[in-house]
């Protein structure tokens, strides 16, 4: 599923525009390829005692497929957050209209000075809502055209996001979201589940959600997850968080808090794992620190 020709060409404009002021650190790396530089990946790190020392490499211990590698550089990462707010559009959705509305203002009202929001709504296929901005009063009238109509492709609409939303502006921005405000339910997609869950891990592109509840009441869903297990598996399969959609303003100020003062780029060099396999993450901490990452690297191809 992929957004309209008119819808491309703004998009376009606009990462163009992007492209030219953006960071222009790389980020060939962060993909989770491995290198003269090794394997870097995006965590999210904080202390939860009183102490004020600074996390390093040696308070935190890293495993792949089971076998512990050494951490070569641990690094806090001050730059900006690119946040789209993917926004369920259906018609069966059980909440209404304007507490979607209230729920992706919350965000406008929380970033940091450089951070940008772009929102999509979705049903049968993905719409712009709003393009990248940092002003609320944009927003506020861009989610005027919310409404509720046919089926949710969330897949497809997770799948466009990445490509054709996020993948641009790469290399140059590393610290990259989306925030599913929905309930996780699919119904039609083309795009398997397991293949958005791993494209999101490749990219280092963690999900959050504002949650719904589930409107299916917890029905088996054939050849993919249930609605709830499809949201717990995006957002910590990416590093991420879920919340109710009742926390809404707790949930932004978390987002873009966390976004900014606590996400870190740690590197390795991965020995005795596959070159051809996934490769599992697994990452504990010293006591007194909290630690998340995603759960799942790309295998080792160059």
Not at 51 to 79: A, H, R, V
Not at 175 to 197: E, H, N
Request: glycine fraction near 6%; charge should be neutral; include cysteine.
């Amino acid at each position: 599923m992929r957004f309209s020709g008119k819808m491309l060409t703004l998009l376009g404009l606009v990462l163009l525009t992007f492209s030219v002021s953006a960071n222009a650190q790389s980020r060939r790396n962060v993909k989770g390829t491995a290198d003269a530089e090794g394997t870097i990946i995006t965590v999210t790190a904080s202390r939860t005692d009183k102490k004020t020392d600074p996390i390093k490499p040696e308070n935190l211990y890293l495993y792949e497929n089971g076998i512990e590698q050494k951490i070569k550089n641990f690094s806090y990462d001050p730059s900006p957050a690119r946040i789209v707010l993917l926004v369920d559009n259906s018609q069966t959705l059980p909440t209404d209209i304007e507490k979607l509305k209230q729920a992706a203002m919350e965000f406008a009202y929380e970033i940091f000075d450089g951070d940008q929001l772009f929102v999509v709504a979705y049903d049968e296929k993905p719409e712009i809502i709003q393009e990248w901005t940092d002003d609320a009063k944009k927003m506020e009238t861009s989610l005027a055209t919310f409404r509720k109509q046919g089926n949710p492709y969330l897949f497809d609409a997770l799948n466009s996001t990445v490509s054709e939303i996020l993948l641009p502006l790469m290399p140059g921005t590393r610290k990259t979201a989306v925030v599913v405000i929905g309930d996780g339910l699919d119904r039609g997609s083309k795009t398997p589940f397991d293949k958005i869950l791993g494209e999101l891990q490749n990219q280092n592109i963690v999900v959050y959600s504002l949650q719904i509840p589930d409107r299916t009441g917890g029905a088996y869903r054939r050849n993919q997850p249930k609605a709830r297990e499809v949201i717990t598996q995006l957002t910590e399969g990416t590093g991420g968080r879920a919340f109710p959609i009742e926390e809404a303003q707790e949930a932004a100020k978390f987002i873009c808090d966390e976004l900014r003062k606590n996400r870190y780029l740690l590197s390795y060099s991965p020995v005795n794992t596959s070159t051809y396999d996934a490769r599992r993450v697994f990452i504990v901490a010293d006591e007194g620190i909290s630690i998340r990452t995603k759960s799942a690297q790309p295998p080792n191809i160059k």
